[in-house]
């Protein structure tokens, strides 16, 4: 991007409309209608963190860290330059390319009898989960063209990690979740890498505005362990993708309101799930909340315990073991 096209994207993003979108909140106002609240950026614990609205700049005198809206979408998401811009046009509406991308998977799924087979193999059986996570299918071959008579350039797509470098689609055989800024790919095929996100964050935690009023929100690690739970009737579940959370997915639990997280993470073979879950789970108590740890089946996530013939019921009697 150009000089002009990145001062455009900036006063496009008001700074202080985007810090509040992300659950940043003022706690006094100074003069000359700067603001000053905690630090989004790192624990404060009294507020240190400074917007200025008319230059639309921030500074943090507890971390030192300080720019314009393109600078603080860098700190908070953990991405680099070209990353936060694809971030912040994503943000703004501008380009609805991912969007029409994961319109384009879904269409693709029911036309593609290895991909159903897939999701069934995985206990994904419900019309309604289907649409409720919008699951598509990554065939290979065919989103280029899709999206270039679109009018999207070949550049965008390349940007966007849709198209690698030599013009290829580059999620294949994959089904596909889209997630709030990027899309996150699982393999069919042993043969190939079976996690696969667009570049830049993963985002938050996993449609955490259908759950965050939730007394009770059960944490879990995968895509396919929410869906799992979803269908068997647990709609206060999310997803971390991944045992380690990231900062933004912390702030998300960390919010202020009193729950409790159920952190039902992976007891499979490579041990990585429950240390994980261990360390999570206290580290929320020091933040007030009150955090339990489910103790799945020695071998399984949440995922392969309904597959195997785990019940509704059975699961809900982990839940209240958990926290005995």
Known sequence: MNRQALDDLKQQIPLLGYLQ???????????GGRWMGLCPLHGDRKPSFLVDPSKNLFYCYGCGRGGDVIRFAEFYHQVRFPQALVLLHQWRGGSP???????????????????????????????ELIEHMCIGYAPGGCLRGWLTQLGYPLPVLRQAGLVSAVGY?????????????????????????????LPGSKGGLYLWEQVRHCPEVILVEGLFDYAVLWQAGFRNVTCALGSRLNAHQFRQLCDGRARTVYVTFDADSNGS???????LAGRLREEGLHACRVSLPDGHDPNSFFVAGGSAQEFQHLLEGACL
């Open 273 to 279: 799930g429950q240390p994980a879950a261990h360390q």
């Open 97 to 127: 390319l991912l969007h029409e991308a994961a319109s384009f998977y879904r269409m693709q799924l029911h036309r593609h009898a290895e991909a159903v087979a897939y999701l069934h193999y995985r206990g994904l059986r419900s019309p």
């Open 21 to 31: 979108a992300h659950d940043w909140h003022p706690a006094r106002l100074l003069s």
């Open 169 to 197: 689609d580059t999620y294949i055989h994959r089904i596909v979740f889209p997630l709030a800024s990027s899309l996150y790919g699982r393999s069919l095929s042993t043969a190939a890498p079976p996690h696969r996100f």
